[in-house]
């Protein structure tokens, strides 16, 4: 049986996000860089269009990318700054704050390639980057996994408890280069 994870970043504002660091083949999540889309993008919260991705709320994450050169969601300049990918060309954006709640949050959601086992560890690592818009940071990331797929498109905001806690305290302040997050 297949497991769907949903990563649910808490960073306030938007933050880039990128799920890799491993060999595409190592790699138990598919698409773990975001490299491959399909269709033209053009407007933010356009996660879907990654292969193996997608956004479990309404409000949808976004995917940039140095191949678009629409400013909203080109890489490395975009709406949200500047950043270039930790490897490869694309990434992802989600947003977990804003002032007076204007702005829903966003969360990721991928399958695994293969089945969990039972009693076994694993480590989920991601990378995060603050946006330069953003004023604050956070150092509550986590991951939810869950043997369902998780479809709120009529909720703004997810409550689940994270299973996969961040191990780090300190706080991702850092818009200027990717931080790696670790949790088994």
Sequence with gaps: ???TTTLSILLSASLALQAQELPDSLNWIENGSFEEFEGKLKRTGSISMAKGWNSPTEAAA???SESVKDVPVSAPSNVYGDQT???GVNY???RWWSYLNKEPRNYLQAKFKKPLKKGQKYCIRYYVSLSDLSKYGTAELGAYVSKMKVDKKGEASLTYKAQVPNLRTE???????WQGVCGT
């Design 171 to 177: 706080l991702y302040l850092d818009p200027f280069t």
């Design 1 to 3: 049986m297949l497991r």
């Design 92 to 94: 992802a954006g989600v």
């Design 85 to 87: 990918a930790l490897s």
């Design 62 to 64: 976004d995917l940039f």
